[in-house]
């Protein structure tokens, strides 16, 4: 009896415990952007009815749970906070919190130093662990933004090269590691995400820059980048426009900008913007209209831009926008110099009749979804409508002046174009490992049509054909493109990721039309016309590969190194161009090569900024000009495939806020010194041209300086930069003398040196700059032909001053 009652008891006891039992809930943080491991977090279960917090590697765990449903919350600094429900049903259980950074629209001062000059693993539904990337907060910086002034806006970007020819910054020409800065051709050109230029494939040139007040950042990814936007050399440059505000209905932000040269008032900027959200719906939308003068006679210009913004949450985790982009230029050229013409005055001009106009319409629309916070898609739809038209005045010998009475010779082209690009990014995770996989796929279709004839006698901006029936060229161009691409993040531990990639590419170009020459006599008069009809294609498919790694031994550092192939086609100007002094090889082909990055900077850090790396540049079939002889033995620029080109060098970007470090206390003070610096090494290491082979690659200054500092006490700041560059070739020959056209020559070493100064008052915020303060005279540019040909001289010493009123 005794036996059966103890057998009851222990059944019973055992029964109740089942009932009753205990549990564990054990989970990891991580972060979405880079997927590391998130430490000191706040885990909470229903509404805190038990707390705890993250350890070192991200983890967290709940004892003595009893079986039952749970609401986890997660909050951590920089994040936005989590929430989700687990079961809890007869075993321990496991869990993975993903936590997304925030991402806040708030002004970063200068006193606060962006803690990455680089992007995240993860941002914006793209992928950037392993590649070299920079990142420009407008807001941080100290710059002249009414002109866009390129050499200060990028001077924590090393090794660009940039044109400067135009003081109102209406187009942005940069380009870096030996890739022609022209239009900033050689990099993927996009506004939010979309392209922006003429052609991406067939016309890759910028005719648009957005105007820097209206920018909140811009980003910068070196040719590894070619997997995900394209197949460039040069990589992608990211222009970011500004959000919404999220707190207010309507804010009002008015900016008026005077400038001149030391005499008169030569420059006037306004630009208003207006933000806000209602609800579900948000806007942004500015208008800029800036006029001036120029530093040399006949460069005016008038430049209207217009942006418009609207977004709607349909729900928490769905999203669509629509942007609107509208821009409209018309400018004065006051043509190029031969040497001997820099050397006598810089600010000469013997071009009154030089013209050129853009129109630039563009609309797209972003498609956003987050499936769950594992699973989102991105889609952006997004077309083109322009032209640039050119007239002017533009003999072979630049000295010769325009006596007025000859038709000049008119450019033409319209542009057409409409694509989309899907994006798919899915986290997930192998043996408890998070990783990260982005699929996506994109097409694109343009049409194009460029024409080149004679143009009227007159002075003024007339774009129409004289009624000769007579036409230089006349062109249409077809461009298709379908491309896939796929990245995976794999990370392995908490240090180390590794990130392979894959791009495929279709690509199908056409040109259908003709071309003519004409011959007159002595008198003037029309003895002979040519006309020529044509029709040329081309089609092909190929595949990128890449891989990138990340090894991160401590929280602050970070070791990066990637290797990606890299393709340019012929472009359209490859296929057909008539200029007086330059001939196209008709069997040029596309080019192809690599980019390698290997480099070391610092993750995180706020007082002391870092990132040096070692790049290698191959690039084979490069396309460039150099001088020959023609059939009528007259002397020419071919444009053709030079050879094989190697650029190799050290690039480097430091900053150290030296005030914070020698009196830590002085909260209100920041005294920061910052140095950018390059150093190529190029050659042409093969070449079918005697005269190329073993020389200089054109456009590589083998020294690439920047530096300065900026300081700031509450509310005001200020900053210094000196810039410096090395001599460097302007074509493949290595020509030293410009000669009577000055399109081709060394274009000289030179520094600058620029001011700013900022303040702000309630709602009032007053701006000074000087540009180039010591008035050095310079040139950074041979143009071959518009807006020259031959030398264009930089701007001289310029003074500006702003005023802005938020409210």
Same mark, same amino acid.
């Given at each position: ?89 007869? &075993? ?65 970007? @090393? ?20 890739? =022609? @800065? ?11 995400? $979309?392209?922006?230029? !003429? ?43 500004? &959000? ?16 001149? $040269? ?20 948000? $806007? ?31 729900? &928490? ?5 629509? =942007? ?14 031969? =040497?001997?013409?820099?050397? !006598? ?154 990130? @392979? ?51 991160? @031994?401590?929280? &602050? ?69 150099? +001088? ?62 005697? !005269? ?14 920047? /530096?300065? !500092? ?27 003398? /410009? ?5 081709? /020559?060394?274009?000289?070493? $030179?520094?600058?040196?620029? +001011? ?33 040909? /031959? ?17």
């Amino acid at each position: 009896m005794n036996k059966f009652l103890f057998l009851f008891i222990l059944f019973i006891c055992f029964s109740t415990s089942e009932l009753v039992a205990q549990h564990r809930l054990t989970g990891r943080v991580i972060a979405a952007n880079d997927s590391t491991h998130v430490a000191g977090c706040t885990v909470t279960l229903n509404n805190g009815a038990f707390i705890t917090s993250t350890d070192s590697s991200g983890r967290f765990h709940f004892k003595d749970l009893e079986n039952g449903t749970y609401v986890v919350n997660t909050y951590g600094i920089g994040f936005i906070a989590n929430e989700q429900t687990v079961v809890v049903n007869g &075993k321990n259980k496991h869990i993975n919190v993903l936590l997304q950074p925030e991402h806040t629209d708030d002004v970063i001062d200068i006193t606060s130093t962006t803690s990455n000059s680089h992007l995240e693993d993860v941002e914006d539904m793209a992928i950037y662990a392993g590649k070299k990337s920079e990142v420009i907060i407008l807001d941080s910086l100290v710059v002249n933004a009414a002109t866009n002034n390129a050499r200060q806006v990028y001077a924590r970007v @090393p090794g660009l090269n940039i044109w400067e020819n135009e003081g109102a910054g209406i187009q942005l020409s940069i380009g870096g590691r030996g890739l =022609d @800065p022209n239009r900033t051709s050689n990099f993927n050109v996009r506004q939010n995400g $979309y392209d922006i230029s !003429a052609d991406a494939l067939g016309y890759p040139e910028s005719y648009y820059t957005p105007p820097v007040e209206g920018l909140e950042r811009i980003q910068v990814i070196r040719g590894a980048a070619s997997l995900q936007y394209g197949t460039q050399f040069g990589g992608m440059l990211n222009f970011i426009i500004r &959000k919404p505000v999220p707190d207010k209905r309507i804010q009002l932000v008015a900016r008026q900008t005077v400038g001149s $040269y030391g005499s008169k008032p030569a420059f006037s900027n306004t630009f208003v913007s207006l933000s806000g959200t209602q609800k579900k719906l948000s $806007y942004y939308t500015y208008f800029q209209y800036k006029t001036g003068n120029g530093w040399r006679p006949n460069s005016d210009f008038d430049v209207y831009n217009y942006y418009g913004n609207v977004n709607y949450q349909i729900s &928490k985790r769905t999203s669509i926008g629509f =942007d609107l982009t509208l821009m409209s230029y018309l400018a004065h050229q006051p043509g190029g110099l031969s =040497d001997a013409m820099f050397k !006598a005055d810089p600010r000469q001009s013997n071009r009154e009749r030089n013209w050129f106009q853009v129109n630039w319409r563009m609309a797209a629309i972003h498609f956003n979804h987050k499936f769950n916070d594992s699973n989102e898609v991105n889609v952006r739809v997004f077309g083109l409508l322009a032209n640039r038209y050119s007239i002017g005045f533009r003999p072979n010998r630049v000295a010769t002046i325009d006596d007025g009475t000859t038709e000049r010779d008119l450019i033409k082209g319209a542009f057409k174009n409409i694509g989309a690009e899907a994006r798919y990014m899915k986290r997930y995770h192998i043996a408890k490992q998070y990783n990260v996989l982005l699929v996506g796929g994109r097409v694109y279709y343009g049409n194009n049509v460029s024409t080149q004839g004679q143009g009227s006698k007159g002075s003024d901006a007339d774009f129409d054909y004289t009624p000769t029936n007579f036409m230089t060229y006349d062109y249409m161009f077809l461009n298709h493109n379908v491309s896939l691409f796929a990245e995976n993040i794999f990370y392995l531990g908490n240090k180390v990721s590794v990130t @392979p990639g894959l791009r495929y590419e279709y690509i199908y170009t056409s040109a259908d039309g003709y071309y003519g020459s004409i011959a007159y006599d002595l008198a003037g008069n029309i003895i002979n016309q040519t006309r020529t009809d044509e029709f040329r294609s081309s089609a092909r498919q190929f595949i990128l590969g890449g891989i990138g790694v990340s090894y991160k @031994p401590i929280p &602050k550092m970070n070791f990066y190194g990637n290797i990606s192939q890299n393709y340019r086609s012929i472009t359209f100007s490859d296929m057909r161009i008539s200029n007086p002094s330059s001939v196209i090889d008709p069997d040029m082909k596309d080019e192809k090569g690599f980019t390698t990055d290997i480099g070391l900077r610092s993750e995180g850090t706020k007082r002391f900024i870092y990132d040096g790396s070692f790049f290698i540049l191959n690039y084979n079939n490069r396309i460039g000009e150099y +001088l020959t002889a023609d059939a009528s033995n007259r002397v020419v620029r071919e444009r053709t495939n030079i050879g094989q080109a190697v650029m190799m060098g050290v690039e480097c970007y430091l900053e150290y806020d030296v005030l914070k470090a020698i009196v830590p206390v002085a909260k209100n003070w920041t005294g920061i010194l910052f140095t950018n610096s390059a150093y190529i090494h190029s050659q042409y290491v093969a070449s079918g041209i005697t !005269a190329v082979q073993g020389n200089e690659v054109e456009f590589v200054p083998k020294f690439n300086f920047k /530096g300065g !500092a900026r300081a700031s006490y509450k509310k005001f700041k200020a900053s210094f930069q000196y810039s410096y560059l090395t001599e460097q070739f302007s074509d493949a020959t290595n020509a030293v003398d /410009g000669g009577v056209s000055g399109v081709v /020559g060394i274009i000289p070493s $030179y520094y600058i040196m620029d +001011l700013g100064f900022s303040y702000e008052y309630r709602i009032f915020k007053l701006e000074a700059n000087i540009n180039n303060f010591t008035n050095q005279y310079y040139f950074t540019r041979r143009a071959t032909g518009y807006p020259g040909p /031959g030398i264009l001289p930089s701007d001289g010493r310029a003074f500006y001053l702003t005023l802005q009123v938020k409210i």
